[in-house]
């Protein structure tokens, strides 16, 4: 396996001529997640190959908590994250405890893998792991959720989180789900309000109070 030890203090390791160097520099966009996090628990709903884990132990986080359901993206998380109290759940976040259906990009950028179906994909079968019991049982302080149009299954519009989150980032996918001629209609804004209303200090908010719109917005808030 190919390695980096330019990041975090430690050896990073990644598959040359993919998007991976640069998902392990866009880390540090959590930095407003990880203020303070010495010795805090981090729920990490999307662990890819486990970047924001490795950078999270590096800012001090004392446990992790990591969902990744895609075979070969486990496999380097695993490497990525050996040096850490990290309880990695091979599946997919879900609100039940089965199985269901990842759509996997073979492109160069291994963080798009989607349990929405997408056109052209490979679909595989994995493990289901109820997200809500699983907050609950560990409690964290901090929590990021970027799973690729995943957000809208697991009922973060309607349900709330646990008091005991202080800080949270989410990555809100905006193309295939946001409608130009009615941007507070549909199921973005709504995502988007109820976790901002949980979270109301904002950290970080590449929506521009909704002005902005690409293939996905990142709200990073934590408590009031």
């Known amino acids: 396996m190919e390695y980096t030890e330019k990041y975090y203090g430690k050896k990073l390791y990644y598959i040359p001529e993919t998007y991976d160097l640069n998902i392990i520099k866009e880390q540090k966009g959590y930095g407003a997640l990880f203020q303070n996090a010495t010795n805090k628990t981090f729920f990490d709903v999307g662990g890819n190959k486990g970047y924001t884990c490795a950078y999270a132990l590096s800012k001090g ?35 039940t405890d089965g199985e269901s259906t990842l759509y996997v ?7 798009l893998h989607s349990p929405v179906k997408r056109r052209g994909r490979k679909e595989i079968k994995v493990k289901t792991f109820d997200f ?30 646990p008091d005991s989150i202080e ?58």
């Open 132 to 161: 809500w019991r699983i907050l609950e049982e560990t409690q964290p302080e901090l929590l990021k959720i970027d799973i690729e149009g995943g957000e809208y299954s697991l009922g973060l519009e309607t349900r709330m989180l």
């Open 105 to 111: 990009n073979w492109g160069k950028n291994h963080g």
């Open 61 to 95: 986080v004392k446990k992790i908590i990591s969902f990744e359901p895609e075979p070969l993206n486990i496999e380097y998380h695993k490497k990525n994250t050996i040096d850490g109290d990290v309880t990695l759940y091979e599946g997919m976040a879900s609100t």
């Open 167 to 224: 800080r949270m980032a989410i990555e809100i996918d905006w193309k295939g789900w946001g409608n130009m001629k009615d941007v507070k209609g549909g199921r973005p804004y709504a995502l988007y309000e109820s976790i901002k209303e949980q979270f109301p200090v904002v950290l970080y908010d590449s929506t521009r109070d909704w002005t902005q719109f690409n293939w996905s917005m990142v709200y990073i808030g934590g408590r009031s």
